[in-house]
């Protein structure tokens, strides 16, 4: 059985989830949030929103690589044949996933626990870092994305 058109369509799938969750989140919910709302209001937001979030992230973090790496073996035999633009894939790829894993379980779970117990100051230092950790791994998406797409055409 061919499972390429399924691991494909699910590896796209989960690329479009997370990447285009993080640029709404980043790009247009966040301003409105910011000039919007104050700190405990925009703060609890948050950690409803990425408990929203967060759980379709996870599911992407492990079919892409999941995908990827079966994509890989079953298109291009090994690592050694795989061109150029699925190394970047690859790397830029396990780079957002550990980018990831640190936002989660790092200063999200400090966000939490600063909501919880009304440490405002705290918490906006928290989403600062979120925010700018998220800020990185959008843009890595978008480069994996462009680079996944466009790279087979380079030669
Ligand atoms: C984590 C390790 C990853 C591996 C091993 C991997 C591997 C692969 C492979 C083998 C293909 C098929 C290439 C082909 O048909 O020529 C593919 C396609 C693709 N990958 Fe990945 N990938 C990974 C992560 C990612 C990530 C993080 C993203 C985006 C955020 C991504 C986005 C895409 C896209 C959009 C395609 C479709 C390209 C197309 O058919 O036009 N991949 N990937």
């Known amino acids: 059985m061919n499972l390429t058109p399924l691991l494909l369509s699910l590896h796209v ?3 479009v989830i997370w990447v285009g969750g993080m640029f709404f989140a980043h790009q247009c919910l966040r301003p ?3 000039s919007l709302l104050e700190p405990p209001a925009r703060l609890g937001q948050w950690v409803g929103v990425f408990g929203r979030f967060f759980p379709w992230v996870w599911a992407s973090v492990i079919v892409l690589p ?3 790496y079966t994509l890989l073996f079953s298109l291009f035999g090994s690592m050694g ?3 150029l633009y699925v190394h970047l ?3 830029i790829g396990l780079l957002m996933i550990v980018i990831y894993l640190f936002v989660y379980f790092v200063p999200y779970q400090k966000l939490k626990d600063a909501v919880a117990t009304q440490i405002w100051p705290e918490g906006a230092a928290q989403l ?5 950790l998220v800020g990185v791994n959008l843009n890595l998406g978008l480069i994996v994305i462009a680079i996944a797409s466009g790279g087979r055409y380079l030669g």
């Open 128 to 132: 600062a870092r979120i925010r700018f």
């Open 66 to 68: 999941v995908s990827g």
């Open 81 to 83: 044949d795989a061109p």
């Open 13 to 15: 799938l989960s690329a």
């Open 89 to 91: 894939m690859n790397g």
């Open 32 to 34: 409105v949030a910011a």
